[in-house]
């Protein structure tokens, strides 16, 4: 039986492989997108969402317009969010599905629903406030002594650090954070193998990759960092994922730092396993 997934996101160039590996995976059952501000703001995050189910032949799957705030990440994911090539994605007839993603969570949540959170963590801790319990809440965001919005705070838990305090201290998440993401590399083989069957959507990655490249973020690899798709495979293949416990909070800054809540952190897995995981189901 698959596995029913929600992916609460904020496309951006990583949350667009993330969606295609979910949208191209039989394990599980997309119930839905809900969007979030992040990436850059959350008309286009959500348009974005959109046009990408459209893209990859997923109309089926109903999109839900979740917060707005700051947004922030268009000198990475270009102004439009993915590199400048929206616009070069279709249409999706279908439309929003809604726009209350607390509602969509009651409504759709079951025991064995999977919650993948690739953004900022707003939707989420708005959901943990109103009383929803997430059966199984995987979260990419934070690092270990590793930031990439300072020295200490990653992204998604900088762009809304309150609500990333929420989700830690009652959500039960996994992390999945910048110490595993960093290594795991998309190289230009792995774009260009599966460049014929995404098309449009590789041509998102030339600014995300010029942006590494400058940051030397890709620790001397030429590719891509595929920080969310790492976080839906571990929704997709339980297991994926190598963890361990830690006890941590959230500091105002968006830094995780020790706490006393009990957090499952992902610290490893085989990525050249996971790599070739992605590669199949993005190049077939």
């Given at each position: 039986?698959?596995?029913?997934?929600?992916?609460?996101?904020?496309?951006?160039?990583?949350?667009?492989?993330?969606?295609?590996?979910?949208?191209?995976?039989?394990?599980?059952?997309?119930?839905?997108?809900?969007?979030?501000?992040?990436?850059?703001?959350?008309?286009?995050?959500?348009?974005?969402?959109?046009?990408?189910?459209?893209?990859?032949?997923?109309?089926?799957?109903?999109?839900?317009?979740?917060?707005?705030?700051?947004?922030?990440?268009?000198?990475?994911?270009?102004?439009?969010?993915?590199?400048?090539?929206?616009?070069?994605?279709?249409?999706?007839?279908?439309?929003?599905?809604?726009?209350?993603?607390?509602?969509?969570?009651?409504?759709?949540l079951?025991?064995?629903?999977?919650?993948?959170?690739?953004?900022?963590?707003?939707?989420?801790?708005?959901?943990?406030?109103?009383?929803?319990?997430?059966?199984?809440?995987?979260?990419?965001?934070?690092?270990?002594?590793?930031?990439?919005?300072?020295?200490?705070?990653?992204?998604?838990?900088?762009?809304?650090?309150?609500?990333?305090?929420?989700?830690?201290?009652?959500?039960?998440?996994?992390?999945?954070?910048?110490?595993?993401?960093?290594r795991?590399?998309?190289?230009?083989?792995?774009?260009?193998?599966?460049?014929?069957?995404?098309?449009?959507?590789t041509?998102?990655?030339?600014?995300?990759?010029?942006?590494?490249?400058?940051?030397?973020?890709?620790?001397?690899?030429?590719?891509?960092?595929?920080?969310?798709?790492?976080?839906?495979?571990?929704?997709?293949?339980?297991?994926?994922?190598?963890?361990?416990?830690?006890?941590?909070?959230?500091?105002?800054?968006?830094?995780?730092?020790?706490?006393?809540?009990?957090?499952?952190?992902?610290?490893?897995?085989?990525?050249?396993?996971?790599?070739?995981?992605?590669?199949?189901?993005?190049?077939?």
């Amino acid at each position: 039986m698959a596995i029913p997934l929600i992916i609460d996101t904020d496309p951006g160039v990583d949350d667009a492989f993330a969606i295609a590996l979910a949208a191209r995976s039989p394990e599980v059952d997309l119930v839905g997108l809900t969007t979030v501000f992040g990436n850059v703001g959350l008309d286009l995050t959500t348009a974005n969402a959109l046009r990408l189910l459209a893209h990859l032949g997923r109309t089926d799957v109903p999109v839900v317009r979740g917060f707005e705030g700051p947004g922030g990440a268009a000198d990475v994911h270009g102004e439009d969010g993915l590199g400048g090539q929206a616009h070069t994605l279709p249409e999706n007839p279908k439309g929003l599905y809604g726009d209350d993603p607390v509602r969509f969570f009651a409504d759709n949540l079951t025991p064995d629903t999977v919650v993948a959170a690739i953004g900022p963590l707003t939707n989420i801790a708005a959901a943990l406030d109103g009383g929803i319990t997430f059966p199984r809440l995987i979260v990419m965001g934070g690092g270990l002594d590793v930031g990439n919005m300072t020295a200490r705070a990653e992204f998604n838990f900088w762009a809304d650090a309150e609500a990333a305090q929420t989700v830690i201290r009652r959500g039960n998440p996994i992390i999945v954070p910048l110490n595993l993401t960093q290594r795991c590399i998309a190289d230009t083989e792995f774009l260009a193998n599966v460049d014929p069957v995404l098309s449009n959507l590789t041509g998102t990655y030339r600014e995300y990759l010029a942006r590494h490249s400058e940051q030397n973020l890709s620790h001397r690899e030429e590719g891509i960092l595929v920080h969310d798709a790492v976080a839906v495979a571990e929704a997709i293949v339980p297991g994926t994922l190598r963890t361990k416990l830690h006890h941590l909070d959230i500091d105002d800054e968006g830094a995780l730092v020790e706490g006393k809540h009990q957090v499952e952190v992902a610290e490893d897995t085989d990525w050249p396993a996971l790599r070739a995981f992605m590669e199949q189901r993005l190049s077939v």
